[in-house]
């Protein structure tokens, strides 16, 4: 048995009869690795000593947690403490986070094992992983293009079958859209449901923190650990964790799923179209009630994002200035060391992004832009409220292509962020959202089906989500590496 292919449930299966071993799944995990990541180029970096060091502690421990033993990778965006965290940025080479994350501190009360650190877009801004500022993820489906952004590490990762599951953030589409591409699942959370303590802040109105998985079994066993109120992090909500496990396998019959027609757009791949309408046909089948819906304000949410994600990164990047930690330049002087550290340090997507962000908040401008762009979000977030009177999920593509090539988008920054045009508006309202496999193009190439639920209703997308995922073997094809 090749124990690499494993997914989180099945390894915690056989750990639980004693069939394999954490160190079984450990040295398939390496091997593959070693065997694969010279071309797919999913990690920045490996925790070898540390993982078998772990492993050893785990024997001897008496309390057996919900992830006891299995490996995970970490996107490199979230601080482990004594573990170097870059955000795939020279800015932050050689910081070494003092503290550990909410997620991956309840991760380790659950007893599992940090694989290594994944590659990402530069401070989690881009779709692509093109932006990362060490090198380019590979899609293992099609190693001439893309994974997705901006976790495009750990969603390449799991799908080449190199971890067992990953942690990734989306800010406006980060988890869900390189689950598409890649043909694994990816769920962001309601926000506020998972805290961001100890996640570099890109926009912090926006991000969330989910999981990357083989399945939606092993997405809601990852959230059942990382989910829960943490009084460090001011937007994290005191609402009730349920079992989200509990509701996987109920059938959704009687249910009314939305669709909403102004996804189904021009620009939209033939290919993905035909995907989504077959998947729908599927939980037809099912007994759901297929419903029309309207979400007007769609058009709008790409600009409003793309003005107060920018806005809030410019906020946020401010503290890199080489004084704190990570890279600093020389300069004649503090100024000039602080212009020489961010002009070298920084990628030219974040240089972009935090100059949109500052000029949209300087005066003159912050009522046309800012404030504006959040009226907007507002309309947004209230289209979704009408909707959910109505249905009980949505369901949508979630990028309007499969893959593209590498190198492709790179040099038209808003053809780029148009590959998020499906999912931002999910962030803008801070519902949930899952992305799993419905089919693949003629090319081979994976196709994302999109559910979105109500605030703190991830129970009824993950029901959705595994109902069409048993009805269907898209989840057990895997890339021929």
Not at 59 to 73: N, Y
Not at 366 to 384: N, S
Not at 422 to 428: A, D, E, K, M, Y
Request: a negative charge; glycine letters at 10%; aromatic letters at 8%.
């Amino acid at each position: 048995m090749e124990l690499f292919r494993l997914g989180i449930s099945e390894a915690l299966d056989l750990l639980d009869k004693g069939e394999i071993s954490s160190r079984d799944i450990l040295d398939s995990l390496y091997s593959r690795i070693e065997a694969v990541d010279d071309r797919v180029r999913a990690f920045i970096s490996l925790t070898r000593d540390r993982a078998y060091d772990r492993m050893e502690d785990l024997k001897g421990s008496e309390k057996r947690g919900l992830l006891s033993g299995i490996p995970l990778a970490i996107k490199d965006n979230l601080c482990i403490k004594g573990i170097e965290t870059t955000c795939a940025s020279k800015i932050l080479k050689g910081f070494i986070p003092p503290y550990e994350s909410s997620v991956t501190e309840r991760l380790l009360q659950n007893g599992y094992i940090l694989l290594g650190k994944t590659n990402l877009d530069e401070f989690a801004m881009g779709s692509s992983t093109e932006n990362s500022g060490y090198f380019v993820t590979h899609n293992p489906w099609d190693l001439d293009r893309v994974p997705g952004g901006s976790s495009g590490g750990s969603a390449a990762a799991v799908a080449a079958d190199e971890c067992l599951g990953a942690l990734g953030s989306d800010t406006g589409g980060s988890i869900r859209q390189p689950a598409a591409f890649c043909g694994v699942v990816g769920f962001k959370p309601t926000y506020g449901r998972v805290s961001r303590y100890g996640l570099v802040a890109f926009a912090s109105s926006l991000d969330q923190i989910g999981p990357i998985t083989k399945n939606v079994k092993d997405s809601a066993l990852l959230l059942n650990v990382i989910s829960g109120h943490d009084p460090r992090d001011s937007t994290s909500v005191p609402v009730e964790v349920p079992d989200f496990t509990a509701g996987l396998g109920r059938e959704i019959r009687g249910l009314k799923v939305g669709v909403p027609k102004e996804y189904f757009i021009e620009g939209l791949d033939p290919e993905v179209e035909q995907g989504i309408k077959t998947a729908i046909g599927v939980l037809e089948r099912l007994g759901a009630e297929i419903v029309e819906v309207s979400l007007p304000h769609t058009g709008y949410a790409v600009a409003a994002y793309y003005i107060l994600a920018t806005s809030e990164a410019s906020s946020n990047l401010a503290r890199f200035d080489g004084v704190k930690y990570g890279f600093r330049a020389d300069g004649k002087d503090l100024i000039d060391m602080y212009m020489e550290t961010r002009a070298q340090g920084f990628g030219p997507e974040v240089k972009r992004r935090i100059m949109l962000g500052t000029y949209a908040l300087s005066a003159g401008y912050y009522d046309a832009y800012y404030k504006k762009a959040q009226q907007v979000r507002t309309l947004i977030k209230t289209d979704f409220e009408e909707a959910f009177k109505e249905v009980d999920v949505i369901v949508t593509p979630t990028s309007p292509t499969a893959a593209f090539k590498i190198g492709d988008k790179v040099s038209d920054p808003l053809q780029m962020y148009l590959s998020d045009i499906f999912t931002i508006s999910v962030n803008l309202a801070g519902v949930p959202a899952l992305s799993s496999p419905c089919g693949y193009t003629s090319e081979g190439l994976p196709v994302g089906l999109q559910v979105i639920g109500k605030h703190f209703d991830e129970e009824t997308v993950l029901r959705v989500s595994y109902a069409y995922e048993q009805s269907t073997d898209w989840h057990k094809k895997r890339p021929g590496l």
